[in-house]
């Protein structure tokens, strides 16, 4: 009998231990499944990049991967660790290297959306001699890792500095890489030019969503040396990235695009939206999200059109077009439609919001149906006057009041730009 009661008394307390532990584990598979679910509802199944793919015989379902996360791109689905959010996996990662049993491994692309990889070699110089590309548009993302190669790319490039008669380098964005690039430009002294389509530095993390947290391993910058950042905020990050600039009198040509490159006599010449200079080399540190897309309709070029929502309140009372069936899209007409005496409309070629997050689509839903917004679907911009949009809508002509249009359309990589320099590319499809 004592024995029992022995047995009983460790038995109980253990047996509720599990009961508590599966419970919990099977409520978070639940979350995961319903999370993968949603993904897959609203189209958003494919990562933009660089992810991690599991190996199904060797997962143990530990869970560490899920943990170590930071964007909670993943779940755990019948034992088994999977992507359940996969638009939101920015590629660092963390969860190959928390993977107890190395079930993970990272590849580029998908079966069926492949992702095109610049050539590059172990000094960043691509298969064009005197083009060197760091940062993400090489394939690997990471704030860290984009600014360290922008850094050891200027190191390749001092080798060839000094024989062009214009500038050493011409460095063609202003993020992590491109700036990490300019300071190694600057302390080495050569003679260069940062280029940077927007009006801000930053790159990507200047489109981040406001506070977001990034997190990023510590980095060596030329001059500044090494820096600690841990967990940061958006906000922090760019105000470091500013001050840097400020204090080290790094100069950065703002709202120049590059637009072209030529190769000629010791070097190339860099056509911008302002210029066309001179440069013995060309360092392409401009990211993989592009150029923002253009409609290529007849007044697009008046100042009242933008690519960007920027500040919704500068909208107050105005009749405002955007153009766009994506999350950025939907999120920039509902920003506005918060905005005092503001007329919103959004117009999107497609018959439906096919790939956006569940929430974006319901709140839409319920700003349609309280008319704080209208949406146009099946409808695309003919023509943009100082004060009205023509559109075609169901096939049919029409003419709205305007005075701003904001794009959203995506970007564009200029990858048929750096083909035409004979820069080669791979296409990869889920491989590493
Ligand atoms: C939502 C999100 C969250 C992320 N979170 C993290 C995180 O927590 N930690 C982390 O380490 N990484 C994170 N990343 C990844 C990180 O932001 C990128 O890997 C990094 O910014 C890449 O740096 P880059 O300098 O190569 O390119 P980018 O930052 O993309 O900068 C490229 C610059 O080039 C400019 N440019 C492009 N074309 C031209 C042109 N033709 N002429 C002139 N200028 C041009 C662009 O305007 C841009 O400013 C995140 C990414 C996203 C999307
Ligand atoms: S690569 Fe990074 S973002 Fe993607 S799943 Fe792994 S830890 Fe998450």
Request: glycine content about 12%; proline content about 5%; hydrophobic content about 40%.
């Amino acid at each position: 009998m004592r024995s029992l009661s022995d047995v009983l008394l460790y038995a109980v307390p253990l047996a509720f231990v599990l009961l508590v532990y599966l419970r919990n584990r099977s409520k978070r598979e639940y979350a995961h499944a319903q999370a993968l679910k949603e993904a897959m509802q609203s189209g958003l199944t494919e990562p933009a990049s660089l992810h991690p793919v599991v190996d199904p015989n060797a997962c143990i379902g530990s869970g560490s991967c899920v943990k170590a996360c930071p964007e909670h791109a993943l779940g755990i689905i019948n034992g088994k660790a999977q992507l359940v959010n996969p638009t939101v996996c920015i590629g660092h990662g963390a969860c190959m290297s928390a993977c107890p049993v190395e079930a993970m491994k990272l590849v580029f692309g998908t079966e069926r959306r492949g992702v095109d990889i610049p050539y590059v070699k172990p000094n960043f110089e691509s298969n064009v001699p005197g083009v060197f590309i760091a940062g993400e548009l090489g394939g690997m993302g990471l704030i860290r890792k984009a600014a360290e190669q922008g850094r050891q790319a200027i190191d390749a490039i001092r080798a060839v500095a000094g024989r062009a008669p214009d500038l050493d380098v011409i460095i063609v964005g202003a993020g992590p890489a491109g700036i990490a690039a300019g300071l190694g430009a600057l302390q080495h002294n050569l003679r260069y030019a940062v280029l940077e389509q927007e009006d801000s530095l930053g790159g990507t993390v200047y489109h981040y969503p406001r506070n977001k947290i990034a997190m990023t391993a510590p980095v060596t910058l030329p001059i500044i040396g090494k820096v600690k950042m841990g967990e940061i905020s958006k906000e922090a990050l760019l105000e470091f990235w500013q001050d840097v600039v400020r204090k080290s009198e790094l100069e950065i040509r703002f709202q120049e695009r590059m637009e072209g490159i030529e190769r000629v006599s010791g070097g190339f010449l860099v056509k911008t939206t302002h210029h066309t200079l001179r440069t013995g080399a060309v360092l392409l540190a401009i990211g993989r999200r592009g150029t923002p897309r253009k409609l290529g309709v007849p007044g697009e070029e008046q100042s009242k059109v933008v690519y960007r929502l920027i500040d919704p309140e500068q909208y107050r009372g105005q009749h405002v077009l955007v153009v766009g069936g994506g999350d950025s899209a939907l999120e920039a007409a509902l920003a506005l439609s918060g905005q005092p005496g503001v007329s919103v409309t959004l117009s999107y070629r497609g018959d439906a919001f096919g790939r956006v997050k569940e929430q974006n689509r319901s709140r839409l839903q319920q700003a349609e149906a309280s008319g704080s917004v209208k949406v146009m679907l099946r409808s695309s911009v003919l023509g943009i006057a100082s004060k009205k949009v023509a559109l075609e809508h169901n096939g049919r002509p029409l003419e709205i009041r305007n005075d701003a249009v904001i794009v959203n359309a995506g970007g564009v990589l200029p990858t048929d730009l750096l083909k035409q320099i004979g820069i080669t590319f791979e296409t990869k499809f889920g491989t590493a």
